[in-house]
């Protein structure tokens, strides 16, 4: 932050808390008042019973995703989030403490789950559970670019039809493993130095992947802060980025209907009555497309021609790209090393290329989805404004995939990349993958110590879930539509 912006926060901060200005005692504030202030332009956020007006904060290292906690408790994500220390940053945009007795939605016991779960935490920093492997890491480095170079070798060395297509199913499973990849080293679970994580992450992500690392760590910080979170508005963007797929998705009745506001009728329009219908249906083809999606909006991200969502739009125009000329660069040599593998280097027709790319594309984003689709959708949902705290937020909106129906629990730990353990992944994102499985023991105990309902299931039911969930959101649509307009 410039010093223009130290100075504004610092009369700003005076004019909100004259009293600690001066040398006296802190404001004091209660829980209602923080409540009041929840935009990015009025931001209050409360950490270990202290408040901090971050209004603006623009600047902020992990960008605007500061700002899904507005008006909320942020103690526990974080925590999730940042390293030992980091709370000295936000030491500047104290202007008060929190009155305990104000908070009035958090009985007794509620307290005590709550320091129960963050001395577990501080349990697993004492086992250096949130210590990394750098061999292990070299050795999942080597062996992805030994998929790539296979891939690569395959259109290389032959001109046989079958070989191609094993070649572009190769390279589509290779961008999935990338994408594991980089998402460990944009979680900053590998290396201390934040810049080291990141710069490995356009590595894997621009160059490989040919996903903007920017685009990736909004979307995804966001997506943590308030996983299976439903926007309040369909213009806002106050919730889950993940599950915000309507028109084509909806994960619950108040989504499917949350397009209405949009139209001067107040009714579905005939593309949305057709897609929440057929969406049991359409849930595969559409994730068949969904690597398509993202390397258009990360083409956008990277050359500045589009935000995927106002919260990064928000975040471009205030802050811009951390690295603008790697990202530029590792997409764009992304591109060329695509199209040469695709062209079978010079060799193959157009629509013959074309086919390689569309099957290796369209079986990444089938590779992909499928794991992290698994993961929270068809879980429970929450409006914006009734979240629970953070352990059951996590926990409840949350599934963890096993091996069964034939399929080995190895091959399922490859195959997923860590997200097997999706519900402790996502209550210790900065743990390295490789120590999530002595984790989950004590996570799975403490939940049933607390009564924390905690799901897992393997690949065949977890999917049968999704699709059942998708259609009985069909089916409650469809019947609540008829009722509310049986003319039609």
């Known amino acids: 932050m410039g010093k223009g912006g130290e100075a504004l926060i610092g009369a700003k901060m005076a004019a909100a808390n004259p009293a600690s200005a001066s040398g006296k005692a802190p404001a004091k504030y209660t829980w209602e008042e923080v409540k009041k202030h929840i935009t990015p332009e009025d931001a209050w956020v409360v950490y270990q019973n202290k408040v901090y007006d971050v209004s603006n904060w623009h600047d902020h290292p992990g960008g605007a995703v500061i700002f899904t906690h507005a008006g909320d408790d942020m103690t526990d994500i974080f925590a999730a989030f940042h390293a030992q220390g980091s709370q000295a940053m936000i030491k500047k945009f104290f202007i008060g403490d929190l009155i305990p ?57 032959s001109d046989s039809i079958a070989v191609h297509i094993g070649s572009a199913l190769l390279m589509g499973l290779f961008w999935q493993q990338c994408g594991w990849l980089a998402h460990d080293f944009l979680h900053h679970q ?26 990736w760590k909004n979307k995804h910080n966001g997506h943590h802060a308030v996983p299976n979170l ?5 213009q806002s963007q106050d919730g889950d980025p993940d599950i915000d797929t309507m028109p084509l998705l909806a994960w619950s009745l108040k989504q499917a209907q949350s397009f209405r506001e949009l139209r001067a009728d107040g009714k579905d329009s005939p593309f ?12 595969f083809p559409i994730l068949l497309l969904a690597r398509l999606s993202w390397l258009n909006e990360s083409f956008k991200t990277a050359f500045g021609l589009g935000a995927a969502s106002a919260n990064a739009a928000l975040e471009m125009k205030r802050k811009g790209l951390q690295y603008p000329y790697l990202e530029k660069m590792g997409i764009t040599l992304h591109w060329a090393w695509v199209i040469a593998v695709s062209s079978g280097f010079g060799r193959f027709s157009v629509p013959y290329s074309l086919m390689y790319f569309l099957i290796s594309t369209c079986s990444c984003g089938l590779f992909l989805a499928l794991v992290f689709g698994l993961g929270h959708n068809g879980m429970a949902t929450y409006d914006a404004t009734t979240r629970p ?3 059951k937020l996590q926990v409840t909106t949350t599934r963890n995939i096993t091996g069964g129906h034939g399929i080995p629990q190895f091959f399922v730990d490859w195959l997923c990349g860590g997200l097997q353990y999706q519900v402790d992944h996502h209550l210790f994102p900065m743990m390295p993958r490789h120590n999530l499985a002595r984790t989950h023991e004590l996570i799975e105990s403490f939940c049933k110590e607390w009564g924390v ?28 539509m008829i009722k509310e307009f049986p003319a039609m």
């Open 230 to 234: 439903h926007n309040s508005t369909a």
């Open 272 to 283: 949305v009555k057709f897609m929440i219908k057929w969406q049991a249906f359409t849930y």
């Open 190 to 215: 590998v290396f201390k130095k934040r810049k080291y994580g990141d710069l490995v992450g356009v590595f894997w992500g621009d160059l490989m992947q040919g996903y903007s690392m920017q685009w």
């Open 101 to 157: 007795e104000s908070v009035t939605h958090k009985d007794e016991r509620q307290l005590a789950f709550e320091k129960g779960y963050r001395d577990l935490r501080a349990k697993l920093i004492m086992m250096g559970m949130f210590k990394s492997s750098k061999l292990y890491y070299a050795y999942k480095c080597l062996f992805n670019m030994g998929m790539w170079a296979t891939a690569c070798a395959m259109v290389y060395y």
């Open 389 to 391: 705290d953070f352990w």
């Open 453 to 480: 309902k905690y799901h897992e299931t393997d690949l065949v039911d977890g999917t049968v879930e999704v699709l059942q969930h998708l259609q009985k959101v069909s089916d409650e649509f469809i019947v609540d």
